[in-house]
């Protein structure tokens, strides 16, 4: 199915794509089955209709404690940080054209564990403090891809070579922050950095909320350019487009989605590598700029991914980040060994 309507509010037209739009809400219906699963389940296992009505209004009782205070900011951020680094992912990877561009690959969550790092050596606590650390760690990771591979412009495979020999270093510079450190905040910085929803509440989650929120309007401005660098730089700039100043403002806004996951539930990877190219083969759509499809699929993932990591081992939640890495392993391997059979 790949015919296409045009959908018209006022002088706006958007055209839209059938398919696209079939898998989007399945996508969509498969995220909110997600959530209910992670409302329901656990060691007091609620029906859906004990779990809607414990989100009534007037609900009171031992049954709104755990879905309300216990289970949905886990579940909401499993969604809306899956959303994030999928986005984030999509940028990257449209960014380099490259299925292997993604904010866990070229360094920029490593940056952002860095400045995580280092708030919490200093002695610094709570998210906002974290977020800044992340945002400031991120940014200065992605400055310092961008003017290692810059040679009169970037070019996606160099911005991935520089960006795997950055994050080898701030990796070591991780390391040794670990070592520095006194055991407190060696083992704070340790559990962080494992990746883990498990103890996540409300403030995080709704601070998150509003940051994704004004990042997000960024994007239909991000989505256009994206789909115009996607046709080459020479092409780009035929259209008006000012190509470098584009890529340091979409850098900044992918930098921005993997910052306030780092910073609220530490570095989850390969979301944001697999995403986009999940989309992109499940719409038939060509490119990576297809940011809807890459937030719902990573919304997917993530809460699958921590579902697995919640009940996998009974009494013994896992690390979200230790179940992506496990999955997202397996595809890298795929993805490296289909990119070889296709060349």
């Not at 709704?206 to 020479?234: F, H």
Request: charged share 10%; aromatic share 6%.
């Amino acid at each position: 199915m790949t015919g296409t309507f045009t959908v018209r509010i006022g002088r706006l037209s958007r055209r839209v794509h059938t398919r696209a739009l079939i898998v989007a809400v399945l996508l969509l219906l498969a995220a909110t089955a997600c959530v209910a699963a992670s409302l329901m389940l656990g060691s007091r296992s609620l029906t859906l209709t004990e779990v809607l009505t414990a989100l009534g209004p007037d609900a009171r009782g031992p049954n709104r404690l755990v879905v309300v205070e216990w289970r949905a900011p886990r579940a909401l951020a499993a969604g809306l940080f899956g959303a994030c680094l999928g986005i984030s992912g999509a940028i990257f990877q449209s960014l380099t054209r490259n299925p292997l561009g993604s904010p866990d690959i070229i360094g920029l969550n490593t940056g952002a564990y860095t400045g995580v790092v280092f708030v919490i050596t200093v002695g610094g606590t709570g998210f906002l403090a974290y977020a800044a650390g992340a945002m400031i760690g991120g940014l200065g990771a992605a400055a310092l891809v961008y003017l290692l591979a810059f040679r009169g412009g970037v070019r996606g495979f160099r911005l991935i070579i520089v960006g795997i020999a950055v994050s080898a270093m701030l990796t070591s510079v991780n390391t040794w922050f670990s070592v520095k450190a006194d055991l407190g905040e060696a083992l704070r910085a340790a559990v962080w950095g494992a990746g883990s929803l498990n103890a996540i509440q409300w403030p995080p989650v709704i601070l998150a909320s509003i940051v994704a929120g004004l990042l997000a309007l960024a994007l239909p401005v991000a989505g256009r350019r994206m789909r115009q660098l996607e046709l080459g730089d020479e092409t780009a700039v035929t259209h008006g487009v000012p190509v470098e100043r584009s890529k340091i403002l979409l850098s900044a806004v992918g930098v921005g989605f993997t910052a306030l996951v780092t910073a609220a539930a530490g570095p989850i990877a390969f979301v944001a590598l697999a995403a986009p190219q999940i989309a992109r083969r499940l719409s038939g759509r060509p490119g990576s700029a297809d940011l809807v499809g890459s937030a719902l699929v990573g919304s997917v993932l993530l809460g699958g991914a921590d579902l697995i990591a919640q009940h996998a081992v009974p009494d013994t939640p896992l690390p979200v980040g230790a179940v992506t890495v496990l999955l997202g392993g397996a595809y890298l391997v795929w993805l490296l060994l289909h990119e070889q059979r296709r060349r």
